[in-house]
């Protein structure tokens, strides 16, 4: 019999529609799901038990009594630990918030709230989201659930892992290099990077920048665009929500869900390693190699080729450390002792650059841009590997060292998702299987610009294609092997920024 937790969210929120499941039945059982698994993964860092069951209890009421239900009546939500949640602690991952409790839901969550959601709790995410390996000095870190040992990546590593072991059915993620598609590609569920200003955010500190982006993360396409749904909307406060008399300007919820059908057949599709520039591991080409086998045949058209991205590297090194100067610049001149390695690390790159540095950055990223688009005029989608390594252990910082090649820097090895970033174009992680270490390969889908729904349509109808295949299919984690392996927080080094 199928534990509630592990329904998918479409099928729940049917079923609780119908009246058939109860809310309360499916907030208990992701509860026990967690206290079941989590000490040997640490994904669920802060939860609002009493909130959340009084939240579902009226939820079971309105269902009964016929009340209008939105999208998401009765689903319990992961929610990351940057996004402010009324009465709930948020620490950043950080302990200079250890109590942090906000008086508000951030805009985002208030609109899941709105849409019928039940916050359960917090997931764990790396210091400001710094670091795409989901440890903190709060916290500790969170394993992945195919091997507690290794990173779940980040920094949505808490959500990633919440959704693989049936803790939420959905739950919410950021991402500025990669961190909605990092962790999803680690541990084999599905993270969405939707183009800058669907998802409204008014805490950007530097509004114009669209290098960071909210979105969803579930265990499949369907459920994703589910909570895509209802987290499009407008903001005021955010600059990139445009809007054209009070109308949204590009997007509307109906925009994703449901899912639109799309003809594979009739596709033009690109495929590349590396996107012309990131380092690779060898054993995630080949992996990548074996799925767009599997694929082409599925395709009107496959061929193997990127656009140019000369000077992608520099150019995102520059632009990200303007969000971390802006944010956090003057607090970690000041205080440098609280604040960790990668937060440090940003703040003394961004001091070393000019003006004439962010010129030239700023120049070379609209040359990308631009280059992206003539490349897009005879291609579809583009496909790659949504990360440049497989798993490997959280006491590891980050890869400094990739099939021989040093990286650059500690986001370095986030290559093959913030070069999609670098142009705002839309992208998921979409998982396909495991490597040949066993460990969960995620395909990257990279849409054109504004493509948003396509990418989605495409995902969908590749995660329909390959359901029946068990080397091709979403991998699920050993629940019997976590609920028996000892807690995470006994291992060196679990609390701890380095």
Not at 139 to 161: H, K
Request: aromatic share 6%; glycine share 10%.
């Amino acid at each position: 019999m199928t534990d509630a937790c592990d329904l998918t969210a479409l099928e729940a929120r049917r079923l609780i529609g119908t009246r058939k499941l109860s809310p309360v039945e499916l907030v208990q059982s992701c509860l026990a799901r967690i206290g079941e698994v989590d000490k040997a993964v640490n994904a669920m860092v802060a939860l609002d038990t009493d909130r959340a069951l009084a939240a579902a209890r009226n939820a079971e009421r309105e269902a009964k009594g016929g009340a209008r239900l939105g999208p998401l009546h009765g689903l319990p939500l992961g929610i990351k630990d940057l996004e402010d949640t009324a009465g709930l602690v948020t620490t950043y991952g950080s302990p200079i918030f250890r109590d942090h409790v906000p008086d508000r839901d951030q805009g985002m969550v208030a609109r899941l709230r709105e849409a019928g959601g039940i916050v359960l709790g917090k997931t764990n995410t790396p210091e400001f989201g710094a670091g795409a390996n989901t440890r903190n000095a709060v916290y500790g870190a969170t394993g992945n659930p195919f091997d507690p040992t290794r990173s779940a990546a980040g920094s949505s590593g808490g959500s990633a892992v919440a959704l693989a072991c049936g803790m939420v059915p959905l739950a919410s993620g950021s991402d500025t290099g990669g961190s909605l598609r990092n962790p999803a590609a680690f541990c084999g569920i599905v993270g969405f990077r939707p183009s800058p200003g669907i998802v409204p955010s008014g805490r950007r500190p530097i509004g114009w920048t669209p290098l960071p982006v909210l979105g969803p993360m579930a265990r499949n396409v369907p459920d994703l665009c589910l909570m895509m749904s209802a987290m499009a909307s407008d903001d005021a406060a955010d600059p990139l929500a445009y809007t054209l008399h009070d109308r949204p300007a590009r997007a509307v919820p109906a925009d994703f869900f449901p899912v639109r059908r799309v003809d594979l057949s009739s596709l033009r599709v690109a495929a590349t390693e590396d996107l012309g520039f990131a380092p690779t591991e060898g054993l995630v080409r080949e992996a990548f190699r074996a799925r767009v086998a599997a694929l082409e045949p599925l395709f009107g058209e496959l061929r193997q080729g990127h656009p140019d991205s000369s000077g992608a590297d520099e150019a995102f090194a520059v632009l990200r450390a303007d969000n971390f100067l802006a944010g956090l610049g003057d607090k970690v001149r000041a205080n440098p002792q609280d604040y960790g390695p990668n937060v440090r690390a940003n703040v003394a790159e961004g001091d070393g650059y000019s003006l004439a540095d962010h010129a030239r950055a700023a120049v070379t990223q609209t040359a990308i841009y631009r280059r992206w688009q003539a490349f897009f005029r005879d291609v579809d989608v583009m496909i790659s590997p949504a990360i440049t390594v497989s798993p490997r252990p959280w006491s590891e910082l980050y890869p400094r060292v990739i099939d021989g090649q040093e990286t650059h820097s500690y986001f370095h090895w986030l290559a093959l998702a913030y070069g999609v970033t670098l142009v705002g174009h839309p992208a998921i992680s979409l998982p396909m299987g495991v490597d040949s270490r066993g460990m969960p390969f995620g395909l990257q889908i990279i849409g054109p610009r504004g493509g948003d729904a396509l990418v989605l349509a495409v995902a969908a109808a590749i995660e329909a294609e390959v359901k029946g295949d068990p080397t091709l299919a979403r991998p699920v984690p050993d629940l019997g092997r976590l609920r028996q392996a000892p807690p995470i927080s006994g291992m060196p080094g679990f609390i701890g920024f380095d």
